[in-house]
């Protein structure tokens, strides 16, 4: 059973930088996807975020970004300590949020931010950017 905890998020003025941490245990080879993903109030959860790597490689997998976020957030995986992590930097009003890591088995990088490819999620950590 795949388990993530995120920690991390808050609060911070526009323009400045959080970083989310998300601890998984229980992943298998078969969640060839693990992503970010972000709920506004009364919105649908988005992708942000996603590592994936193509099933028929072994290859540590690619990072595809949501065009709002591209050029400011960074997804990365510390494969030792089973954690990934995104690194929000240039942050706006826009960008306040709830945010989810999750796991999923993707059959391509354009279903990698697609919600529909993941089963596994965590609590949602609250991200909040004031001017």
């Known amino acids: 059973q795949v388990q993530l905890v995120e920690s991390g998020g808050g609060s911070v003025q526009v323009g400045g930088s959080l970083r989310l941490s998300c601890a998984a245990s229980?992943?298998?080879?078969?969640?060839?996807?693990m992503g970010w993903f972000r709920q506004f109030p009364g919105k649908e959860r988005e992708g942000v975020a996603t590592i994936y790597r193509s099933p028929s490689n072994r290859s540590p997998g690619n990072s595809y970004y949501a065009d709002s976020v591209k050029g400011r957030f960074t997804i990365s995986q510390d494969a030792a300590k089973n954690t990934m992590y995104l690194q929000m930097n240039s942050l706006k009003p826009e960008d306040s949020a709830m945010y989810f890591c999750?796991?999923?088995?993707?059959?391509?990088?354009?279903?990698?931010?697609?919600?529909?490819?993941?089963?596994?999620w965590g609590q949602g950590k609250q991200v909040t950017v004031s001017s």
């Open positions: 229980g992943v298998t080879y078969s969640n060839n996807c």
């Open positions: 999750a796991a999923g088995t993707c059959n391509s990088a354009w279903s990698a931010l697609s919600r529909a490819s993941y089963k596994s």
